[in-house]
Each structure stands twice: as structure tokens, then as C-alpha cells.
């Protein structure tokens, strides 16, 4: 008699292996970490609301474990901070820290004007110039809240261009916490003059001209910080 051999069965999608469990909380929580930070930087989460891990979890239909580890990040950048018996809730950032905040500001964006204005690239200038045009729009029509939102891609898309890792990761943490307190102040004037400033950091970049650069940014940041001390 003969005997019939079976062939190997060839591997196929569902022969690989499986993500560890591990690894899919880390990229769950990463995604919702910066969901709900976004949400509080734009203002939809305001000072003080709750940020309730059994919620959240329900609502991005995950554990609670990469929630969890989202809110723990939350509060160590400072956008939240824990209470006795509410866990964490979205943090209230008073007149006083924010003038901190913008002194810390002063050198980090002193330094990241420098570096973009050495790494210019023509495609830089189209960047800045866009969200110039649209800004000095967004400022003579008075429209405050979109004005916070484009100055702070304004200094964003210089803080990529400077292409320092470090640098970039530390004024990401400042300006986030920045972006939300200033939802909460009553300062709002000024939106022409923020951009006339920002008109002249963008001018010293694409001259290739790095110390005038640092010193046009470490101007402006250097004025607002004035306002706010003394209008707080």
C-alpha cells in the first residue's frame, strides 16, 4: 500500500506571530495620551474637569491600564494634576506659573530661532509665510482663540526646523501648559503686535541671520512676558 504524504502547510496571515500584550498598551496609551492632551490644550477639557479613568477607558473601549499611564503623563507634563478624592482632574495654571513658564521660554526660544535660522531651507519660508498671512487675518479680525492656536504653530514649525531633539521636547511641555493657561487669563490684546514680532523673527530666519533670529525671538518672548506680569 501507499502511503500519502501531506505537504507542509505553508504559513499565512494568521500563522504570525501576535503583538505582546505589552507593546499594545504602550500604543494604546500613547494614542490616548495625546488625544486627551490635545483636548486640553485646545480648550475642550477646561481647568478643573475630572479626567476619570474608568470614562475614558469606556470610551476608547480599552483597559484602564494604557488610560491610566495616558493621565499619569498628563499630570508629570503638568496639563493635570491629582486631587485628594476627584484622581486627576485638568490643571488650573495661575498668573504667577505662567510668568515662569514664559521665563523658561526666553532661552528655549532664544536658542531655537538660532539653529532654524543656520538650517533655513526655502521650504521653511512657505511654511512661516503661510501661517503669517493667515495669522495677521486671524489678528485684525479680533479672533483670539484661533490667534493662541497659530502662534503656537508658528513656534512649532521653528522648533522642527532647528532640528533639536531636546530642545524640541522641552518646549513642547512648556507651551502646552502655556496654550492652557492662557485660555484662562483675560489678556487679549496685543494679537497685531504678536505678529508684527513674529514678522521679524520670520525675516531675520530666511536672511539666514541666526543672532538676529535669537534676539527678534528672545524680544518677543520677552515682551509678553512683561504683559502678563503685569496684567496678572
Not at 491600564?65 to 493635570?80: E, F, K, M, T, Y
Request: charge should be negative; hydrophobic fraction near 45%; include cysteine.
Amino acid at each position: 500500500m501507499t502511503s500519502t504524504s501531506i505537504p507542509p502547510q505553508q504559513p499565512t496571515v494568521t500563522d504570525a506571530p501576535a503583538r505582546p500584550p505589552a507593546e499594545e498598551s504602550v500604543r494604546a496609551g500613547e494614542v490616548i495620551y495625546r488625544a486627551i492632551r490635545d483636548r486640553i490644550v485646545s480648550g475642550e477639557l477646561r481647568p478643573g474637569v475630572r479626567l476619570s479613568v474608568p470614562a475614558l477607558a469606556e470610551e476608547f473601549s480599552v483597559s484602564r491600564s494604557p488610560v491610566r499611564d495616558a493621565v499619569i503623563r498628563l499630570v508629570q507634563d503638568g496639563l493635570a494634576t491629582e486631587t485628594m478624592n476627584r484622581g486627576a482632574v485638568v490643571a488650573r495654571i495661575g498668573g504667577a506659573e505662567l510668568v515662569s513658564l514664559y521665563e523658561a521660554r526666553e532661552a528655549l526660544e532664544w536658542a531655537t530661532a538660532r539653529l532654524a535660522a543656520q538650517r533655513y531651507t526655502p521650504a521653511l519660508r512657505r511654511t512661516l509665510l503661510g501661517l503669517l498671512t493667515e495669522h495677521r487675518t486671524v489678528a485684525e479680525a479680533g479672533d483670539f482663540a484661533r490667534h493662541l492656536e497659530l502662534d503656537a504653530a508658528f513656534h512649532q514649525e521653528i522648533r522642527q526646523a532647528a532640528q533639536s531633539p531636546v530642545l524640541a521636547q522641552m518646549l513642547d511641555g512648556v507651551q502646552g501648559r502655556v496654550r492652557l493657561a492662557m485660555r484662562s487669563t483675560s489678556v487679549r490684546g496685543g494679537m497685531m503686535l504678536a505678529v508684527d514680532e513674529h514678522q521679524a523673527i520670520f525675516e531675520a530666519i530666511c536672511a539666514g541671520d541666526p543672532e538676529g533670529a535669537a534676539e527678534a525671538a528672545l524680544a518677543h518672548i520677552r515682551r509678553l512676558k512683561e504683559v502678563l506680569h503685569d496684567s496678572l
